[in-house]
C-alpha cells in the first residue's frame, strides 16, 4: 500500500481525515490564537496528527496537504456558496472563514511592509512555521561538521613532508686484512664521518597550525551567521501572522531582552 507521503493528491475521505483531526487545534490554523507562535506546540502536534493518518507520513507533507486542500476546498464552498448551492458542507464552513482572514491579514499586510524587505508568498500560503527550519539547520549543521573534517584532511595531505635521509648508501667492501698493527694505523688515520641531521621544520608545522585555525575560525563563523540568518527568517515568519500591533510589541519586546543580554555579556 502506498503511503500518503508518496501520494500527490490524497483520496477524499483521507482528507476529511486530516480536517476533522485539525479542526479541534485552532493554534495550527487561527493566527490570532493566543499560542499561534509556540512553534513547538504546534509541530508536536502535526507530528501526532500526521501519525494517526501514516505512519510513515512526515509533520512537514501533513501541514502542506492541510494548507492546500483547506484552499482548495474554500474556494469550492465559495462558488457553491455564490450560486446559491444548497448542498454546501456547514461542517467545512470554518475553512472558508479562516481562507478569508488569512487572506485578508496577507492583504494588510503587504501594504504596510511596501517599503520593507520582500515577502514570500509561498511561504504564507503553505503554512511554513519555523520548526520546519529547525531540521533543515541541524542538517546543515551536520553538512558543516562533514565539510570541516574534509578541510582538515585537505590541510593534512598539504602540509609539506619533512625529507629525511633513510639510506645510507652503499657499504664499502671489506678490506683484505693485513695484519693487526696496519689495521689500527688505519683505523686511527680515518676521521670519523657525521651525517647532517636535517632539523624538524618547524615552519612548516606552524602554518599548518595556522591555516586549520583560520579554517575553524571561517567555519564557526559560517555556522553562527546561518543560525542567525534562520532565526530571522523564523522570527520574519511568526511577524507575518501578527497584525501592525501586536508586530510593534513583538519587535519592542524583542530588541529589550537582545539588548539585556548584550549588557550582561558586557558586563
Not at 197 to 202: D, H, K, L, Q, V
Not at 243 to 261: C, F, G
Request: glycine share 2%.
Amino acid at each position: 500500500m502506498t503511503s500518503l507521503e508518496d501520494l500527490r493528491e490524497w483520496p477524499q475521505p483521507t482528507v476529511m481525515k486530516l480536517f476533522e483531526l485539525v479542526k479541534p487545534h485552532p493554534i495550527l490554523y487561527d493566527c490570532t490564537h493566543e499560542h499561534w507562535t509556540n512553534t513547538v506546540e504546534k509541530g508536536r502536534i502535526w507530528t501526532r496528527i500526521a501519525k494517526q493518518l501514516d505512519p510513515y507520513l512526515t509533520s512537514k507533507k501533513c501541514r502542506d496537504r492541510f494548507q492546500s486542500n483547506k484552499k482548495r476546498y474554500a474556494t469550492e464552498i465559495r462558488k457553491q456558496i455564490g450560486l446559491g448551492d444548497e448542498n454546501v458542507n456547514l461542517d467545512l464552513k470554518w475553512l472558508l472563514d479562516q481562507y478569508d482572514e488569512e487572506k485578508e491579514n496577507h492583504s494588510s499586510l503587504m501594504e504596510t511592509l511596501k517599503a520593507g524587505s520582500p515577502i514570500d508568498d509561498h511561504d504564507v500560503e503553505n503554512g511554513m512555521h519555523p520548526h520546519e527550519s529547525d531540521e533543515e539547520a541541524a542538517a546543515s549543521a551536520n553538512d558543516h561538521t562533514t565539510a570541516t573534517g574534509s578541510t582538515i584532511m585537505n590541510l593534512i595531505s598539504q602540509m609539506p613532508a619533512t625529507e629525511t635521509d633513510s639510506s645510507d648508501g652503499e657499504r664499502p667492501s671489506k678490506r683484505k686484512r693485513k695484519d693487526s698493527t696496519s689495521e689500527k694505523l688505519e683505523q686511527a688515520s680515518e676521521q670519523p664521518e657525521f651525517k647532517p641531521i636535517i632539523p624538524f621544520n618547524n615552519n612548516s608545522f606552524i602554518e599548518f597550525l595556522a591555516s586549520l585555525q583560520s579554517a575553524e575560525q571561517q567555519q564557526q563563523q559560517k555556522q553562527v551567521e546561518e543560525e542567525c540568518n534562520i532565526f530571522g527568517r523564523q522570527v520574519e515568519i511568526d511577524l507575518r501572522r501578527l497584525n501592525t500591533v501586536n508586530r510593534t510589541k513583538a519587535r519592542l519586546a524583542i530588541t529589550s531582552v537582545l539588548s539585556d543580554l548584550y549588557q550582561q555579556q558586557q558586563s
